[in-house]
């Protein structure tokens, strides 16, 4: 019996109730409500990457404000993103799938109508809360619809359509802020939104974990999003503060306090804890979950990074710079369905290893870009590599981290590895582009703004590839036939 295969089965056993819905659906139908979700949810960390140079002009952001309207969305993602999962465990995959719908499409429309930074922020961190409720109700909606040899696949495409949001994010991005307004970029949910919530309605079956109780640690949420919040406030200001300012050490301390308060209050106080430390005794997850803060972190930021060259250095327009992100999105797509289609005779681990290989050769070729690079000659092939190792990876990393743990837990684990993915691209992105602002000013002094700018990103990749590095050495330690289809 293959391991997946005993874990769906195990999951089955007294501990899920299902509901119906008012139609009966083809799985296949379930998955594309899944994806839909997940879609909008990814979508929305890069979409407004290429907007924005015109949102900071309308909103009177400055460089560094203009990094909170991804991290407030990113911060609340991460930090609630726990709690979303252990919501779609307790109170049922559908109910939370609605309420985290709602949420987001609202917000949407607020922050579309935003007319001043402390607005659009506000907003963007409401986003954050609704994609927490709803992205983990989309993993558990697969691994709690889809079996055997079928979960891969499934999982794949779920992969597939998380990771090309990226992409496409940029590409939408810059056709709307070019040819209608920035504004746009988030309007653009609603109509996503609607689908998805009448397709919920009709087509998705309640399934819930009967046995739970419904008690919810939310003080857990707020400590380990607080704390997050703090120490990249923190790293983020070193542009103007020294890292042994009074300021930076008061952020930077104040937060670790609140993570270890955090700690302290899962591992003593909490008595349905937002994280029972137990999930942690599975080496796949604990291992995928190490391994994604790492890259999930690192490509989370090469949108940023690409889009600010494109624009800045190669002087592309918001369309023609949406347009250069097409090839990636292409890559991502490929990568996910040659990994779903491997997993099966090769495991998570080979996988893993070729993928993060893969993305630190990707990330070292785009450290040799120069103020005068072709896209065509030098930063094509470049992203294209970075991309499909992406998808390589996202498919084994999912399956590590979910294929061990009980299905009344399935919300909890894709919670986790959900959040290992935003919390890495929050501080990834904080210290990257702080590392990339002092390197440019640095180099100002005796540089052009095109070189110095480059100058930035040439050592945001760097540092990246010696991540993706890491993260070759982190694989090591999965077992040797996780994922494997005749793994018993």
Same mark, same amino acid.
């Given at each position: 019996?293959?391991?997946?295969?005993?874990?769906?089965?195990?999951?089955?056993?007294?501990?899920?109730?299902?509901?119906?819905?008012?139609?009966?659906?083809?799985?296949?139908?379930?998955?594309?409500?899944?994806?839909?979700?997940?879609?909008?949810?990814?979508?929305?960390?890069?979409?407004?990457?290429?907007?924005?140079?015109?949102?900071?002009?309308?909103?009177?952001?400055?460089?560094?404000?203009?990094?909170?309207?991804?991290?407030?969305?990113?911060?609340?993602?991460?930090?609630?993103?726990?709690?979303?999962?252990?919501?779609?465990?307790?109170?049922?995959?559908?109910?939370?799938?609605?309420?985290?719908?709602?949420?987001?499409?609202?917000?949407?429309?607020?922050?579309?109508?935003?007319?001043?930074?402390?607005?659009?922020?506000?907003?963007?961190?409401? !986003?954050?809360?609704?994609?927490?409720?709803?992205?983990?109700?989309?993993?558990?909606?697969?691994?709690?619809?889809?079996?055997?040899?079928?979960?891969?696949?499934?999982?794949?495409? $779920?992969?597939?359509?998380?990771?090309?949001?990226?992409?496409?994010?940029?590409?939408?991005?810059?056709?709307?802020?070019?040819?209608?307004? $920035?504004? $746009?970029?988030?309007?653009?949910?609603?109509?996503?939104?609607?689908?998805?919530?009448?397709?919920?309605?009709?087509?998705?079956?309640?399934?819930?974990?009967?046995?739970?109780?419904?008690?919810?640690?939310?003080?857990?949420?707020?400590?380990?999003?607080?704390?997050?919040?703090?120490?990249?406030?923190?790293?983020?200001?070193?542009?103007?503060?020294?890292?042994?300012?009074?300021?930076?050490?008061?952020?930077?301390?104040?937060?670790?306090?609140?993570?270890?308060?955090?700690?302290? %209050?899962?591992?003593?106080?909490?008595?349905?804890?937002?994280?029972?430390?137990?999930?942690?005794?599975?080496?796949?997850?604990?291992?995928?979950?190490?391994?994604?803060?790492?890259?999930?972190?690192?490509?989370?930021?090469?949108?940023?990074?690409?889009?600010?060259?494109? !624009?800045?250095?190669?002087?592309?327009?918001?369309?023609?710079?949406?347009?250069?992100?097409?090839?990636?999105?292409?890559?991502?797509?490929?990568?996910?369905?040659?990994?779903?289609?491997?997993?099966?005779?090769?495991?998570?681990?080979?996988?893993?290893?070729?993928?993060?290989?893969?993305?630190?050769?990707?990330?070292? %070729?785009?450290?040799?870009?120069?103020?005068?690079?072709?896209?065509?000659?030098?930063?094509?092939?470049?992203?294209?590599?970075?991309?499909?190792?992406?998808?390589?990876?996202?498919?084994?990393?999912?399956?590590?981290?979910?294929?061990?743990?009980?299905?009344?837990?399935?919300?909890?684990?894709?919670?986790?590895?959900?959040?290992?993915?935003?919390?890495?691209?929050?501080?990834?992105?904080?210290?990257?582009?702080?590392?990339?602002?002092?390197?440019?000013?640095?180099?100002?002094?005796?540089?052009?703004?095109?070189?110095?700018?480059?100058?930035?990103? !040439?050592?945001?990749? !760097?540092?990246?590839?010696?991540?993706?590095?890491?993260?070759?050495?982190?694989?090591?330690?999965?077992?040797?036939?996780?994922?494997?289809?005749?793994?018993?």
């Amino acid at each position: 019996m293959s391991r997946a295969h005993y874990y769906t089965q195990k999951m089955s056993e007294n501990t899920v109730e299902l509901l119906e819905a008012d139609h009966q659906a083809s799985d296949w139908v379930i998955l594309l409500i899944a994806c839909i979700a997940q879609f909008m949810v990814v979508l929305d960390v890069s979409i407004v990457n290429v907007a924005l140079p015109r949102m900071g002009e309308d909103l009177n952001f400055s460089y560094s404000s203009a990094q909170w309207v991804i991290n407030a969305y990113v911060l609340t993602f991460a930090g609630f993103l726990l709690l979303g999962g252990r919501m779609a465990d307790y109170f049922g995959r559908r109910h939370v799938y609605l309420t985290g719908i709602l949420i987001f499409t609202v917000a949407s429309i607020g922050a579309g109508v935003a007319h001043s930074g402390t607005q659009m922020i506000a907003m963007r961190a409401v !986003q954050g809360l609704g994609g927490a409720i709803l992205s983990p109700a989309t993993l558990t909606i697969i691994v709690t619809t889809f079996h055997g040899p079928r979960l891969p696949k499934a999982i794949g495409a $779920w992969s597939a359509v998380a990771g090309a949001g990226g992409a496409v994010g940029a590409l939408l991005g810059g056709i709307l802020t070019g040819l209608v307004s $920035w504004r $746009w970029i988030f309007f653009i949910n609603v109509p996503l939104g609607l689908i998805a919530g009448v397709a919920a309605l009709k087509y998705l079956r309640e399934m819930r974990n009967k046995d739970a109780t419904s008690k919810l640690d939310v003080t857990g949420s707020v400590l380990v999003t607080g704390g997050l919040a703090s120490v990249i406030y923190a790293v983020v200001n070193t542009t103007t503060h020294a890292w042994t300012s009074a300021f930076t050490l008061e952020w930077l301390i104040g937060g670790l306090v609140v993570l270890v308060g955090f700690y302290v %209050w899962e591992a003593k106080v909490a008595s349905h804890p937002l994280v029972p430390f137990r999930m942690f005794r599975s080496r796949p997850l604990s291992t995928a979950n190490a391994i994604m803060v790492l890259v999930g972190g690192v490509f989370f930021a090469m949108w940023y990074f690409l889009t600010y060259y494109f !624009q800045f250095v190669l002087k592309f327009g918001p369309v023609k710079a949406g347009v250069a992100f097409v090839p990636t999105a292409i890559a991502i797509i490929l990568g996910a369905q040659i990994s779903s289609r491997l997993i099966a005779k090769f495991g998570v681990k080979p996988l893993l290893q070729v993928g993060a290989s893969l993305a630190t050769l990707g990330f070292l %070729w785009l450290s040799f870009i120069q103020p005068t690079s072709s896209f065509w000659g030098h930063v094509l092939v470049a992203s294209f590599i970075t991309a499909f190792a992406m998808g390589l990876l996202f498919v084994p990393l999912a399956m590590a981290a979910t294929s061990g743990v009980d299905r009344a837990d399935a919300g909890l684990a894709s919670g986790l590895l959900n959040t290992a993915r935003q919390v890495g691209g929050s501080l990834a992105l904080a210290i990257l582009a702080t590392v990339a602002t002092d390197r440019t000013m640095s180099m100002l002094h005796h540089a052009t703004k095109a070189a110095a700018l480059t100058s930035g990103y !040439q050592r945001a990749f !760097q540092i990246s590839a010696v991540i993706t590095l890491v993260a070759l050495g982190v694989s090591f330690a999965l077992p040797r036939h996780t994922g494997r289809a005749d793994t018993t």
